[in-house]
Antibody
Framework: EVQLVESGGALVQPGRSLRLSCAAS????????MHWVRQAPGKGLEWVSGVNWNGGGTGYAASVRGRFTISRDNAKNSLYLQMDALGAEDTALYYC??????????????WGQGTLVTVSS | EIVLTQSPGTLSLSPGERATLSCRASQSVGSSSLAWYQQKPGQAPRLLIYGASSRATGIPDRFSGSGSGTDFTLTISRLEPEDFAVYYC????????FGGGTKVEIK
């Protein structure tokens, strides 16, 4: 059974940094792209970032490019999102999602339950 | 960036009725690289359709997808009580983007 468990969400002040993690199990992690998708309270889904199977290819939404960095550790079956210069607009539930293939242009066939990031002073 | 526009924003229907949801792209989505997801309150999204028309594992056949290029449709042939939810389209032909969602509510 595929499981994706996010962690690291917290209340953080504007301008500060936060690192999210996603622990994956139930599939061969190193074979698949992985993504972060967020959902602000009461709003729709927004794709944030994706990484291909070996970490060599990444993509970012314009709203986070230059502030967020996605990475993965295939030895630890883990996905990460380093978030810097956080602003109120980054307040959201952050989902980790598995891609259906190795390249990061893909649909998302499994999702975690999300970790909440709140940016407020 | 490919922008996806979903319509209507809200669809009010009764159980047993047919639901037709639209997703329009600002430019052609290559290789019909379009997916649909269902999200219920307090839950993560669930994949319904990929490749514009292929049902994901375990999805009932009352759900069907169609379309190509810039115009895509999700059809629920006969609404069951558990189908009332928010539906999102997502393109993966050029990076990834999501549509704004369509809420299917009980009339």
């Amino acid at each position: 059974e595929v499981q994706l468990v996010e962690s690291g969400g917290a209340l953080v002040q504007p301008g500060r940094s936060l690192r999210l993690s996603c622990a994956a199990s139930g599939f061969t992690f190193e074979d698949y792209a992985m993504h972060w998708v967020r959902q602000a309270p009461g709003k729709g889904l927004e794709w944030v970032s994706g990484v291909n199977w070996n970490g060599g290819g990444t993509g970012y939404a314009a709203s986070v490019r230059g502030r967020f960095t996605i990475s993965r550790d295939n030895a630890k079956n883990s996905l990460y999102l380093q978030m810097d210069a956080l602003g109120a607009e980054d307040t959201a539930l952050y989902y980790c999602a598995k891609g259906h293939t190795s390249g990061w242009y893909c649909y998302l066939d499994y999702w975690g339950q999300g970790t909440l990031v709140t940016v407020s002073s | 960036e490919i922008v996806l526009t979903q319509s209507p924003g809200t669809l009010s229907l009764s159980p047993g009725e047919r639901a037709t949801l639209s997703c329009r792209a600002s430019q052609s989505v290559g290789s019909s690289s379009l997916a649909w997801y269902q999200q219920k309150p307090g839950q993560a999204p669930r994949l319904l359709i990929y490749g514009a028309s292929s049902r994901a594992t375990g999805i009932p056949d009352r759900f069907s997808g169609s379309g190509s290029g810039t115009d895509f449709t999700l059809t629920i042939s006969r609404l069951e009580p558990e189908d009332f939810a928010v539906y999102y389209c997502q393109q993966y032909g050029n990076s990834l983007t999501f549509g704004g969602g369509t809420k299917v509510e009980i009339k």
